[in-house]
């Protein structure tokens, strides 16, 4: 079983769009994270959420809004979608403790056209 | 700039060399994380080292941490040519997120 899925893989749409990327995990862990990378690799955090705290980086734009239907799931919805949306999105888990490791989706590539 | 640079950005080497990657950081740490991307994949969590250490072993990964310059280092040894993919250095911030730096794409020709 995959311990990290992201759908879909591949999102295709026109700027100012709305859209939703699903992350599921069945880890069990009690953290979950988006992050963005760009053209260049670069990756940058763009929440961190559990059933206690959404920690936002200050740099996202509030088009974007994690949501979580249940501690299971951590979906990133997208509002007026830009071109500089586009990128490769990671959802990944972890628990906060002694490991602080983190698990990572496959991805989801979005293109903004 | 980027928190947790690597250095270099790219590197190429012949399968059986040994292959080290750098990375710098700016802030104070708990520890710091080395993550692999295969292409068009997830990161995998390959080692981390906590700030009260040295050094850290795993396979053939070796891990050093210098916290008074601020600075990491990968070595892989005896590589192979499975081995190809960009490896990142991150460090641990508030909430648990990981700041990551540029990455290094290491080629290992057969």
């Known amino acids: 079983d995959t311990a990290v899925s992201q759908t879909p893989k591949y999102l295709v749409t026109q700027m100012g769009n709305d859209k939703s990327i699903k992350c599921e995990q069945n880890?069990?862990?009690?953290?979950m994270y988006w992050y963005k990378q760009d053209s260049k690799k670069f990756l940058k955090i763009m929440f961190s959420y559990n059933n206690k705290e959404l920690i936002i980086n200050e740099t996202v734009p509030n088009r974007f809004s994690p949501k979580s239907p249940d501690k299971a799931h951590l979906n990133l919805h997208i509002n007026s979608l830009e071109l500089g949306d586009s990128a490769v999105y990671f959802c990944?888990?972890?628990?906060?403790?002694?490991?602080?490791?983190?698990?990572f989706g496959p991805g989801t590539r979005l293109t903004v056209l | 700039s980027q928190q947790g640079e690597e250095d270099p950005q790219a590197l190429s080497i012949q399968e059986g060399e040994n292959a080290t990657m750098n990375c710098s950081y700016k802030?104070?740490?708990?520890?710091l994380q080395w993550y692999r991307q295969n292409s068009g994949r997830g990161l995998v969590h390959l080692i981390l080292?906590?700030?009260?250490?040295r050094e850290k072993h795993s396979g053939r990964l070796r891990v050093t941490l210098d916290t008074s310059k601020k600075s990491s280092s990968l070595l892989i040894t005896a590589s192979r040519a499975a081995d190809t993919a960009s490896y990142f250095c991150?460090?641990?911030?508030?909430?648990?997120?990981?700041?990551f730096g540029g990455g290094t794409r290491l080629m290992v020709k057969p």
């Open positions: 080292i906590r700030s009260n250490e």
């Open positions: 802030t104070s740490i708990n520890n």
């Open positions: 990944a888990t972890g628990t906060s403790g002694s490991t602080d490791t983190q698990y």
């Open positions: 991150a460090s641990l911030s508030r909430g648990n997120m990981l700041t």
């Open positions: 880890l069990g862990h009690d953290t």
